[in-house]
Nanobody, 116 residues
């Protein structure tokens, strides 16, 4: 059974940092490409970062470029999103996502609130 188990998140002041984790299991090979999305209602879900299976390809949205870093530890089957210089507009529910073998898999989401 495929699982994307998220951890991290919470409340942080503007300018602060948080790290999100996405632990992956259940695939034949757990070293899959992973995206991080976020959604702050009423906005649509937005992709913020993506990393390939070997981390050779990494992409960021313009809204987070230079502040967020996506990385992975394939020995731990875990992908991370390090978020620095957080702004109130980064407040959202963050999801990790895997598209594999024509199937879409989502983590349950974790709330990040940036507020003083």
């Amino acid at each position: 059974q495929v699982q994307l188990v998220q951890s991290g998140g919470g409340l942080v002041q503007p300018g602060g940092s948080l790290r999100l984790s996405c632990a992956i299991s259940g695939f034949t090979n757990n070293n899959v490409a992973v995206n991080w999305y976020r959604q702050a209602p009423p906005k649509e879900r937005e992709m913020v970062a993506a990393i390939s299976s070997t981390a050779s390809i990494i992409n960021y949205s313009d809204s987070v470029k230079g502040r967020f870093t996506i990385s992975r530890d394939n020995a731990k089957n875990t992908v991370y999103l390090q978020m620095n210089s957080l702004k109130p507009e980064d407040t959202a529910v963050y999801y990790c996502y895997v598209h594999y073998d024509d199937m879409a898999y989502w983590g349950k989401g974790t709330l990040v609130t940036v507020s003083s």
